[in-house]
């Protein structure tokens, strides 16, 4: 089963707008990940956020992550077309696998 | 480098049948994963390889799904008797890691199809 839900679902915006999605999840966990999956070169990882952090940065990436609230947050600024993509949070409790959340489509117009 | 492959890319089964789908992780990538992923969802955790060893599998739906890593690197997810629900995309991921902590390299997926 899903850990959690984005939001929101899909995401339509402009190229050089900021695009900002959520990602909550249901229990404790040792790290969030984000994933980007495209038909083009599937899943690929983006950045990583340890429980203990509370921002991070990544090129046009920054990752936010409350613990108290179990909420992250995805901002990717100066959007370009080729972000268009579905965009996965993942958790990780401490055990290997990851549990991924529900995915938010993101649609980046020229 | 040459990332995670998978084959075959496309599968069509017919109900009843059984298939078996490969994946070739990263060389030296210690984990390998297997995840099922629905049409419109995110993947779902089937199973956990540590080199040979099956350490967790725990998401495999029923006993008709089996999974192999016989010499800790290629692995095999084998589906007996196919039914519908079990129409998805496959993905499997290694690290070169305990997985813990560490990102996953995913491959390309195999799109199965249960007519």
């Known amino acids: 089963s899903q850990q959690g839900e984005e939001d929101p679902q899909a995401l339509s915006i402009q190229e050089g707008e900021n695009a900002t999605m959520n990602c909550s999840y249901k229990t404790s966990i040792n790290n969030l990940q984000w994933y980007r999956q495209n038909s083009g070169r599937g899943l690929v990882h983006l950045i990583l956020i340890r429980s203990n952090e509370r921002e991070k940065h990544s090129g046009r990436l920054r990752v936010t992550l409350d613990t108290s609230k179990k909420s992250s947050s995805l901002l990717i600024t100066a959007s370009r077309a080729a972000d268009t993509a579905s965009y996965f949070c993942?958790?990780?409790?401490?055990?290997?696998?990851?549990?991924f959340g529900t995915g938010t489509r993101l649609l980046v117009s020229p | 480098g040459a990332g995670v492959s998978q084959s075959p890319r496309y599968k069509v089964a017919k109900r009843g049948q059984d298939v078996a789908l490969r994946c070739d992780p990263i060389s030296g990538h210690v984990s390998l994963f297997w995840y099922q992923q629905a049409l419109g969802q995110g993947p779902e955790f089937l199973t956990y390889f540590q080199n040979e060893a099956q350490l967790d599998k725990s998401g495999l739906p029923s006993d008709r799904f089996f999974a192999e890593r016989p010499e800790g690197s290629v692995s095999t997810l084998k589906i007996q008797r196919t039914q519908q629900e079990d129409s998805a995309v496959y993905l499997c991921?290694?690290?070169?890691?305990?997985?813990?902590?560490?990102?996953?390299?995913f491959g390309p997926g195999t799109r199965l199809t249960v007519t």
């Open positions: 993942a958790t990780n409790t401490g055990f290997q696998k990851l549990v």
């Open positions: 991921a290694s690290s070169d890691r305990d997985g813990v902590s560490y990102e996953q390299y």
